[in-house]
């Protein structure tokens, strides 16, 4: 059986939310919670701890961190990640450009396997989401899959079209139009989409996004498929906005059952369909 790994890109300058971060890494940001049990004791989490627990509870053993300049206090905080249960080695990825080119920073220890990739500045919860659409992935022979999270802010993130099958149409990252409240949030791939990056960003000098290259796969017949995650919560904390939501979503966390915010429960958009169409 192909060997499953986690790739982590933390290598984004954060400037987006850095009126809030003090110049400190975004992925480094404390999120308090409240303890179950013990109403009155509060437990700090950082948000990279979020994605990590998504690969632990998928089974996942090994991850590559992939950082760039003024992020290396990422690595005195994770150290080699044992204390999460987790083999964690550590990439230098010279320009940022994009995604892709992180990704492809560990291409010679990436091929050949089943690629996981969780976003260390998002928040995603319940924490078995990532497991449950690999459980699905490996049941079928798609060679991508992208978790789909309900949004209520589908403009500033990547719409994700989709048919009845769960075969993805085509991706909107950041589109003026909105034409579904959705987002993919979590992705894994076989081996012939990480040799479809590596061979697409050659030579390229300009930055590109992932849903760019999912759009290229999808119209060079790699099957892309959708995951929807109707009922899980997905948050971006790369945006003083979703910072901001993250902190409010975090005062109804309690210990490792957390409860979704009456915030997002009562936002029909947020929570309007799984079935990737308004």
């Known amino acids: 059986m192909t060997e499953d790994i986690a790739i982590i890109p ?3 300058k ?3 939310a850095f009126s809030l971060t003090n110049g400190s890494p975004k992925e480094l940001v404390r999120i308090p919670f409240r303890n179950r049990g013990a109403k009155d004791t509060i437990n700090i989490k950082t948000i990279f ?3 990590i627990d998504l690969v ?3 089974g996942i053993t090994k991850a590559h961190v992939i950082l760039s300049e003024g ?21 230098y990825q010279m320009n940022t450009r994009g995604l892709p080119f992180a990704v492809d920073s560990v291409y010679s220890f990436i091929k050949g396997k089943c690629v996981s990739v969780v976003l260390p500045d998002t928040i995603v919860y319940p924490r078995h989401a990532l497991r449950d659409m690999l459980s699905f992935f490996h049941c079928r022979n798609d060679d991508v899959i992208l978790g789909i999270f309900p949004t209520s802010s589908p403009k500033q993130l990547c719409q994700v079209i989709y048919d009845q099958n769960l075969s993805v149409i085509r991706l909107y990252d950041k589109d003026r139009q909105v034409f579904v409240h959705n987002t993919w949030g979590i992705a894994a791939w076989r081996s012939r989409f990480t040799n479809f990056i590596h061979d697409y ?5 300009r930055d590109i996004t992932l849903s760019e290259i ?3 796969a999808i119209n060079s017949r790699i099957k892309v498929a959708a995951f929807p995650l109707g009922g899980f919560t997905y948050l971006d904390t790369g945006t003083p906005e979703g910072l901001k939501d993250a902190l409010l979503f975090s005062c109804n ?7 979704i915010h009456p915030k997002f429960l009562m936002d029909k958009a947020y929570i309007r369909t799984n079935s990737g169409q308004t």
């Open 201 to 205: 960003i050659k030579d390229k000098e």
């Open 14 to 16: 954060g400037t987006r």
């Open 10 to 12: 933390a290598a984004g």
């Open 56 to 58: 632990v509870c998928a």
């Open 214 to 216: 999912f759009n290229e």
């Open 71 to 91: 992020k290396f206090e990422i690595i005195n905080f994770l150290q080699d990640g044992k204390r999460f249960a987790l083999n964690l080695t550590y990439a």
């Open 49 to 51: 701890e979020f994605s």
């Open 253 to 259: 966390i309690e210990g490792n059952e957390r409860t």
